[in-house]
């Protein structure tokens, strides 16, 4: 079997194109992760007011356990800013409470079928899935090589692709220069 570009490009294509559509989707939302972030949604919120004597002293794990162990829920971490206390619990749960008043919401969450669980392939710290995610940039610079040499002739790469390859590589070589 005689291995050319168009082959080559062919069937890696072929092999990736499930992983294509789902960095291509979860690449896209995670550029407007801001406005809409489907990691995960809020099925459920409750309104829930901490005792103000309880927030009044320092805020540390044994604390917000004490007032936690109300709603049954495994404590995970937390955060204070600007006078906003976050806690996270397990199962993406998670409490934002004012420390002025000592009202807050408790938000129950769950990720977005598909496209939540493709953010995760973005996120993914596993030794496997960076290997593999390795191997799939570097299938994707042998089809982006071989897609480029497979036209031939007036609208092959030296006569007329190479313009649009520039072209393309200048819009992220402005940006690098001017935003970063």
Do not use: C, Q
């Not at 992760?33 to 007011?49: F, G, L, Q, S, T």
């Not at 079928?113 to 570097?138: A, C, E, Q, R």
């Amino acid at each position: 079997m005689k291995v050319t570009n168009r082959s080559l490009h062919r069937d890696f294509a072929f092999f990736y194109v499930g992983l294509i559509i789902a960095f291509s989707f979860s690449g896209i939302i995670l550029n407007h992760r801001e406005d809409w972030y489907p990691m995960d949604y809020a099925y459920e919120n409750k309104e829930v007011e901490i005792e103000k004597s309880l927030l009044n002293i320092e805020i540390t794990e044994e604390t917000i356990k004490s007032f936690s162990k109300d709603w049954n829920l495994k404590y995970d971490g937390h955060r204070v800013r600007d006078n906003k206390l976050r806690v996270y619990y397990k199962d993406n749960v998670i409490l934002d409470t004012d420390l002025k008043t000592g009202k807050g919401t408790i938000e129950y969450k769950r990720k977005v079928p598909f496209i939540g669980h493709t953010m995760y392939l973005h996120k993914s710290t596993n030794n496997f899935w960076i290997w593999y995610s390795d191997i799939f940039g570097v299938a994707m610079l042998v089809i982006a090589i071989t897609g480029i040499l497979i036209p031939a002739g007036k609208n092959g790469f030296k006569s007329r692709g190479w313009k649009f390859a520039v072209a393309g590589m200048i819009i992220p070589l402005l940006f690098l220069l001017l935003f970063s």
